[in-house]
């Protein structure tokens, strides 16, 4: 079967930039997703379409078709209580805020008692950066995982 809308992909994947690797599934369990669902950087999920079990595919996505340029000007104060992820705060520290679209990563710029300064560019943002997939099964979705909008089972959502 081939890759198209609604279809359960399996894949493990490493993720590099100019420096070198960032992160890679390799080893751990393969991550799982639904085709057309938004799920993933749109040139990424383009890239995929038509693809299947057992094809192996390289993509370099510039800043602006991945996590967007940096912005220069994205630093917010809030307050700490708002901070998710640790007790303790450091600068450089990753850490999750929630907003109106969702939860979002943010780096912790300064930190004083009551207050954060934080970075609210993607950590990704102004990255050139290299996928190199493995799609390992591709399947039909069910009719719960469509009207759900997202793969269930190992590596996707669990309810």
């Given amino acids: 079967m081939n890759i198209s809308n609604n279809a359960v992909v399996q894949f493990h994947y490493t993720l590099s930039d100019e420096t070198g690797e960032l992160e890679s599934s390799a080893g751990n369990k393969p991550l799982l997703y639904m085709h057309g669902q938004e799920q ?26 991945a996590y967007g340029e940096l912005q220069q000007n994205a630093v917010q104060s809030i ?5 998710h992820g640790a007790k303790k705060w450091q600068p450089g ?31 990704l943002a102004g990255k050139t950066l290299t996928f190199n997939v493995e799609i390992l099964q591709v399947r039909q979705a069910s009719a719960e995982e469509v009207a759900h909008g997202h793969a269930h089972g190992e590596g996707g959502h669990q309810h």
């Fill in 93 to 123: 520290m990753k850490a999750w805020i929630q907003t109106e679209e969702g939860q979002r990563q943010v780096t912790i710029v300064k930190v004083g008692m009551f207050k954060a300064d934080i970075d609210i560019n993607h950590p």
């Fill in 79 to 83: 307050q700490v209580k708002h901070l």
């Fill in 40 to 65: 993933m950087l749109p040139k990424l999920e383009a890239a995929l379409e038509g693809k299947a079990a057992g094809d192996k595919l390289e993509l370099t996505l510039a800043p602006e078709d």
